[in-house]
């Protein structure tokens, strides 16, 4: 059921075809009357998520954007850009800074979001960050996001709104969601989380696919106990 608030607004999600951005581009279109995604190619190696950001809007009839953003990779030393570094195979708890950390993401996405935003007349900007599970990211937590927000809306004197429906959930708590708002198999089959760029359940070994599993587990055992 759509916000009465935001039933008549648009918004533009910043999508990956990971778990999280879709999980929020389904939120999304509950909430708004009109939604625009936009991906970033910025040098991946698992640049099959793009693809999977494709087929997706491609069978919801969303508009779809994907820009060139490949300076990021030539500028940061990280393994999801440099397919000669192996991927951090531990799950990173926060107290350190993994090396698939790609320095100042967020920010630059979300700066080309709300430019795009601007230029069709959008004024609210969807996110799928997560400080809950942030590991280690330091533009994921909502201290970011908020200061960021002020600087866009100074930046383009603008009202900007971005919103970070997973913001306090955990990876259980965002199947969870994804299953109350119907695509849950949507979610757990198209999307693209793994960091060596493999669909579904991927690798079963990276960072992201351990954390994908273990919240999924979680999720059924708590549904199955309901």
Same mark, same amino acid.
């Given at each position: 059921?759509?916000?009465?608030? +935001?039933?008549?607004? =648009?918004?533009?999600?910043?999508? /990956?075809?990971?778990?999280?951005?879709?999980?929020?581009?389904?939120? #999304?279109?509950?909430?708004?009357?009109? !939604?625009?995604?936009?991906?970033?190619?910025?040098?991946?190696?698992?640049?099959?998520?793009?693809?999977?950001?494709?087929?997706?809007? #491609?069978?919801?009839? @969303?508009?779809?954007? !994907?820009?060139?953003? /490949?300076?990021?990779?030539?500028?940061? !030393?990280?393994?999801?850009?440099?397919?000669?570094?192996?991927?951090?195979? #531990?799950?990173?708890?926060?107290?350190?800074?993994? $090396?698939?950390? !790609?320095?100042?993401? $967020?920010?630059?996405?979300?700066?080309?979001? #709300?430019?795009?935003?601007?230029?069709?007349?959008?004024?609210?900007?969807?996110?799928?960050?997560?400080?809950?599970?942030? /590991?280690?990211?330091?533009?994921? =937590?909502?201290?970011? @996001?908020?200061?960021?927000?002020?600087?866009? $809306?100074?930046?383009?004197?603008? /009202?900007?709104? @971005?919103?970070?429906?997973?913001?306090? +959930?955990?990876?259980?708590?965002?199947?969870?969601?994804?299953? %109350?708002?119907?695509?849950?198999?949507?979610?757990?089959?198209?999307?693209?989380?793994?960091?060596?760029? @493999?669909?579904?359940?991927?690798?079963?070994?990276?960072?992201?696919?351990?954390?994908?599993?273990?919240?999924?587990? %979680?999720?059924? %055992?708590?549904?199955?106990?309901?």
């Amino acid at each position: 059921m759509k916000s009465e608030l +935001l039933k008549n607004e =648009r918004a533009v999600v910043v999508f /990956s075809g990971g778990q999280d951005s879709t999980t929020c581009l389904f939120w #999304a279109m509950r909430q708004f009357a009109e !939604v625009v995604a936009v991906t970033f190619d910025y040098g991946q190696r698992h640049k099959r998520e793009i693809e999977c950001a494709k087929a997706i809007t #491609a069978e919801y009839g @969303i508009e779809h954007h !994907v820009l060139d953003m /490949s300076l990021l990779g030539q500028l940061t !030393v990280n393994s999801l850009t440099r397919p000669d570094m192996d991927v951090d195979e #531990a799950i990173p708890d926060g107290s350190t800074t993994p $090396n698939s950390l !790609v320095e100042g993401r $967020n920010m630059l996405f979300l700066t080309f979001a #709300a430019v795009l935003a601007k230029g069709k007349g959008i004024r609210h900007l969807v996110t799928g960050v997560c400080e809950t599970d942030f /590991s280690g990211y330091p533009d994921c =937590r909502d201290v970011f @996001i908020k200061s960021l927000g002020v600087t866009l $809306n100074l930046a383009m004197d603008y /009202s900007f709104v @971005i919103h970070t429906p997973l913001m306090w +959930l955990d990876k259980s708590e965002t199947w969870a969601m994804a299953d %109350q708002l119907g695509h849950l198999e949507d979610v757990r089959t198209k999307t693209l989380t793994c960091y060596n760029g @493999i669909p579904g359940d991927g690798c079963g070994h990276c960072p992201a696919c351990s954390l994908r599993r273990r919240g999924y587990e %979680q999720f059924l %055992q708590s549904r199955s106990s309901k």
